[in-house]
């Protein structure tokens, strides 16, 4: 039986039925809904709209059914049309008119609009715990090769000398400005839109303020209206998200091309590498791939919570429906991707002398040799042409800076001594700029 069956005289045709129900996304808000439920029933007995005996049988029975839906003993009816309605429908057949009261004053649309808060309130902590623990992994990896110096790359063309922390220390840096988005997008989002009614607030003379701290809001939405069809949370969420998946999908990709052989700068435990089926020598980094792949999912989830907003008249309309699978789906994303990523990075070896040996080679010192002639009163123009010069010498004859002897570098600029050897020794690069 539907919630509005007064007005028809019709059961709803089967598949519109299916196609207009939203129970296989939204159960899992089913103890938010209970929350919010048993917040509201405590108002309304608070401003004398229902009675005290109606709301605490409201909200035992509501604790009990949450209780059963979380132990498996009370199972959620897939052709229910949503949470709201099946939460209701079993409270009702429970405790009779009190459970038909509960819904006084207040609209499916502002609940809707309470439950995707709370719930994404939790996920915005739980993805906050992760990712702070995978800043973790990726501070400790740097630690445990701390010395360790590698070449950094623009271009991905052999630069500039720096170490394998620095160079982690950049994703350290990208997942703490992560943080503090999610962060501010929670705080933004932390405000309740119970009250607002379908659009138009209601008549019954309700607490929103009471409501709203309850439920652990920071405050209430002004606009009823607005209240009901808010979702640029989702599309904050959901750009943070997007962003999140950004930086992952660098990182990922950076330890794919360091797991090859012609760079061989790192090697993921077994644990989290892959086979292949027919070549018997590979072992690849199947999980950075897939993490990588897997952000043009959370990117697509963007894109389906903006075009589904995009245009939609004042106030709620069902297409706001969709928005709970999207934005749902690139927490789940992000989420497992954070988490997979954690133990990998904890295992993961990294190759130190392979990284020494690729720093060693391409003239990545060649700034420190020019840097060395300014020491010496040349002007920088001057000193890098010198050292370019240099640099061609050491091509054409196969020699390194390190192996050029002080004749030859003498021959190109007078200026050079002994002292050269010690500028461009990488250590002394790397520790000069701090790396
Ligand atoms: N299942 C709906 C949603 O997720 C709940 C709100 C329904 N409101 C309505 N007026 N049909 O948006």
């Avoid at 405050?219 to 989702?234: I, M, N, P, Q, W």
């Avoid at 954690?342 to 070896?349: F, V």
């Amino acid at each position: 039986m539907k919630l509005w069956a007064g007005r028809f005289s019709k059961e709803a045709d089967k598949k519109t039925n299916d196609f207009n129900s939203s129970i296989a996304t939204d159960s899992r808000m089913y103890e938010e809904d209970i929350t919010g439920s048993i917040a509201h029933a405590t108002m309304l007995a608070a401003k004398g709209i229902i009675s005290k005996e109606d709301s605490v049988q409201i909200c035992t029975a509501l604790a009990e059914i949450k209780e059963e839906i979380a132990n498996g003993t009370l199972l959620i009816d897939p052709n229910a049309e949503d949470i709201h309605t099946f939460i209701e429908a079993t409270l009702t057949e429970r405790i009779g008119s009190a459970g038909k009261r509960l819904h006084t004053g207040r609209s499916r649309n502002d609940q809707v609009a309470v439950d995707i808060r709370l719930y994404l309130r939790k996920e915005c902590d739980a993805l906050y715990e992760l990712v702070e623990k995978l800043i973790a992994s990726i501070e400790n990896k740097g630690d445990e090769y701390k010395g360790a110096i590698m070449p950094g790359y623009t271009h991905l063309q052999r630069a500039q000398p720096i170490t394998f922390k620095a160079h982690l220390t950049a994703y350290v840096e990208m997942l703490k400005r992560d943080l503090g988005r999610l962060a501010d997008a929670k705080k933004r989002m932390n405000v309740s839109p119970l009250g607002s009614g379908a659009l138009a607030g209601t008549t019954y003379p309700i607490d929103r303020a009471m409501t709203a701290q309850l439920l652990g809001f920071d405050s209430y939405t002004l606009s009823t209206l607005d209240g009901v069809s808010d979702r640029d949370f989702c599309l904050e969420l959901a750009s943070v998200l997007s962003i999140i998946m950004v930086h992952l999908s660098r990182l990922s990709e950076e330890i794919v091309i360091w797991c090859s052989w012609e760079f061989k700068f790192v090697e993921l435990d077994d644990a989290f590498s892959t086979g292949s089926s027919i070549m018997p020598q590979k072992k690849n980094p199947d999980i950075t791939e897939l993490v990588r792949g897997k952000s043009g999912r959370v990117f697509g989830d963007l894109m389906t919570l903006l075009t589904v907003m995009k245009g939609l008249p004042l106030a709620y309309n069902k297409d706001m429906q969709e928005d709970k699978d999207a934005i749902f789906d690139a927490f789940d994303t992000v989420k497992i991707c954070v988490d997979t990523l954690i133990p990998m990075i904890d295992t993961m070896k990294a190759i130190p002398e392979n990284m020494r040996k690729a720093a060693a080679g391409g003239f990545i010192n060649a700034t420190d040799c020019a840097d060395y002639l300014v020491s010496k009163g040349l002007p920088f123009r001057d000193a890098y042409k010198a050292t370019g010069e240099i640099v061609a010498l050491c091509i054409k004859s196969g020699e390194t800076l390190e192996s050029l002897s002080l004749d030859k570098y003498r021959e190109v600029c007078e200026l050079f001594d002994e002292g050269v050897y010690e500028a461009i020794k990488l250590e002394n690069c790397v520790a000069r700029r701090g790396m």
